[in-house]
């Protein structure tokens, strides 16, 4: 059985609306997207009322990929 690939990614070094590319397809990643035909959500890590990381997979490749650095509201 092949292993996932693991990602992380960093929100706060991407620019515009928060859609990002898939490290290893390309496939476009929106954090808005709720439909999970791009991705799935596997586990949501939650810190007090901050969500801290979040943790998907790409439906296209497999690859796991750890969200971090969420703007954490004041
Ligand atoms: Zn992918």
Do not use: A, W
């Amino acid at each position: 059985m092949k292993q996932p690939l693991i990602y992380q990614v960093d929100l706060t070094k991407i620019h515009g609306e928060g859609d990002f590319p898939c490290p290893n397809c390309g496939v476009v990643i929106s954090p808005e997207d709720e439909t999970e035909n791009v991705y799935r959500i596997l586990e949501t890590k939650v810190k007090g009322q901050t969500l801290e990381e979040l943790v998907i997979q790409c439906n296209k490749c497999e690859s796991k990929i750890h969200l971090v650095g969420f703007i954490i509201p004041e």
